[in-house]
């Protein structure tokens, strides 16, 4: 399944489900990536990491390792 980390930049996706645990899930979740949210890849950094997105209407900065244990589906072009 894809993660948010191959989503290219423009494209938006759909939170599948969360593959992390303990407190790397937790502190993802509680930045308001849950299963079913919407999420739009604004800027990927010119090595990968970090990346930016817009989740429930604001800007959030993830690392590579943060976005690779979020499964996401529905990926089109925004």
Known sequence: MATLRDVKVGQACTV???TGTG???RRIMDMGVTKN???LVHKVAPLGDPIE????GYEL????DE???IE????VRA
């Open 37 to 39: 949210t919407q999420v």
């Open 16 to 18: 599948e489900r969360l």
């Open 61 to 64: 900065t993830l690392r590579k």
């Open 53 to 56: 997105v817009t989740v429930r």
């Open 67 to 69: 976005a690779q244990c």
């Open 23 to 25: 407190a790397v899930k």
């Open 72 to 75: 996401v589906t529905d990926i």
